[in-house]
């Protein structure tokens, strides 16, 4: 696991780390702020509506997060510690087009900010509120992607504002922040964001944080760019005393298995593991072992089941997966044996359709 930063005083960082890019005046990226039309307390569906649209995903190789639109002109933010050590990152917006952060605007290591670019244009954006305004009491609601589940919406109570140092206040709040949820935006009763989901309070049900825009909008004001390398290896950790590595057993499927099998049904194998895959091996990355367990024990299952019987080798292979994984008692065993069971699939996936190229490489047509 992560080392915690002193200076949170136990309040546990989702896997914050240490990068802060000096700042430097500079032109303001042109923003237009889309705030709910008047000031009228709205319903927490009412906000929803109207601000998903600038929620977005935020992917690296070893995480998944949330972030959220605040400029038009691409800017997006999210916490550093789902992007820190990332040379490449993806953005992936409500409409699911995907693009590839291209520069680093601004960062905050303490208060685990970050802004990034995409190279797009007439995005829909935020309208940021005023934080020093929220009391206890005030109602709040987050949007996030929890465990890749896109736009879940909880709404709570800011249960109060704590001052960590100095340098530091955030805001500890009811409405639940999970996994992948990191980065999304926390919503004032107007529709206005007041926060940046960003911790939770271990053990501790219902206890969690997220920082103030204030900070937020400081870092807007203030551009200070990087190029995704030098972003990359300032904000790499420590490598960490190794765990053993695990022993694959990845099972080398003969191209045959696939006999029978519909393109569909192939299709829906390489679709399933890999969203499977995608959010279950951030959670065993964050030391989530079990969860990661979870998440492709139900990938497993609902895959073997909406596999038609023509696919019925792949449909075992899925089968002795499972109880080979269930016979163990380790969640990290469990969670290995059954990330086997699918690199052997994608792997015969790849061999079938490397057999299904012509000799010059290219697609064989159909007939």
């Known amino acids: 696991m992560r080392t915690l930063s002193p200076t949170l005083l136990g309040i546990c960082l989702i896997g914050l780390v240490a990068c802060q890019p000096k700042a430097q005046l500079g032109p303001a990226s042109a923003r237009e702020a889309s705030p709910l039309p008047g000031s009228t ?52 917006l409500a409409d699911h087009r995907d693009f590839e952060v291209v520069e680093i605007w601004n960062g905050d290591r303490q208060r685990d ?81 007041i926060g940046v989901a960003t911790a939770i309070m271990m053990g501790g049900q219902n206890i969690n944080f997220g920082v103030p825009v204030t900070y937020l909008k400081d870092l807007l004001k203030r551009p200070s760019r990087v190029s995704l390398e030098t972003f990359a290896t300032a904000t790499a950790e420590e490598d960490e005393a190794e765990a053993p590595a695990p022993k694959r057993k990845i099972p080398v499927l003969p191209v045959r298995v696939l006999d029978g099998c519909s393109p569909e049904s192939i299709a829906l194998m390489l679709k399933s593991i890999g969203n499977a895959i ?12 079990e969860g990661c367990y979870h998440v492709y024990e139900g990938a497993a299952s609902d895959l073997e089941r909406r ?47 490397g057999k299904r190229a012509s000799p010059h490489g290219a697609p064989r047509r159909k007939k």
Request: with cysteine.
């Open 278 to 289: 995608d959010i279950g091996a951030p959670l065993y990355n964050d030391g989530n072992v």
């Open 307 to 353: 596999l038609k019987a023509s696919c019925e080798k792949p449909m075992k292979a899925l089968a002795e997966g499972r109880k080979k994984a269930a016979r163990l008692s380790d969640p990290s065993d469990q969670a290995w044996a059954l990330r086997d069971t699918f690199d052997g699939l994608l792997d015969v996936i790849k061999r079938w359709g």
């Open 41 to 92: 307390i709205r319903t927490p569906a009412e906000i929803a509506a109207h601000s998903t649209p600038a929620v977005v995903s935020v992917r690296t190789g070893q995480s998944l997060g949330t972030g959220f639109v605040v400029g038009n002109d691409g800017l997006v933010a999210t916490n550093l510690h789902v992007v820190a050590g990332s040379s490449k990152i993806t953005v992936t």
């Open 113 to 193: 900010l970050v802004i990034m670019r995409i190279e797009a244009q007439k995005l829909p954006v935020l309208a940021l509120g005023d934080s020093s305004a929220i009391h206890p009491g005030d109602t709040v609601v987050a949007i996030g992607h929890p465990l890749g589940l896109e736009d879940t919406v909880s709404n709570g109570l800011v249960s109060a504002i704590r001052k960590v140092d100095d340098d530091l206040t955030v805001l500890q709040i009811s409405a639940p922040i999970a996994p992948g949820s990191s980065g999304g935006p926390i919503f004032n009763d107007k529709g206005e964001v």
